[in-house]
């Protein structure tokens, strides 16, 4: 479904939002034994999206929890960025 809007950006599609985008998701990561929250969103209608953090988190695994789409089945997680 989403071949379309790959480097097509002049094309139409029928929807709105991409239905495979997560709506809502956290971004988690391993800190003191347990997995914490750092970035979250409950209202995402965007392919892209960055988040800033407050605070540095020492960490060696994240994870990234996607609670619900924009109507898909699925949810496409295509990269994760992270810098210092």
């Known amino acids: 479904m989403n071949e379309d809007l790959i480097n097509l950006h002049h094309h139409e599609t029928p929807f709105l939002v991409i239905p495979e985008v997560a709506k809502s998701y956290e971004v988690q990561a391993w800190a003191s034994g ?4 750092v970035a979250s969103d409950s209202m995402n209608r ?3 999206k960055i988040h800033t953090l407050g605070k540095p988190v020492r960490t060696d695994r994240i994870r990234t929890v996607v609670k619900e789409t924009n109507g898909g089945e699925r949810a496409e997680v295509i990269e994760i960025r992270i810098y210092e």
């Open 46 to 48: 965007t392919r892209k």
């Open 34 to 37: 347990e997995w914490i929250t």
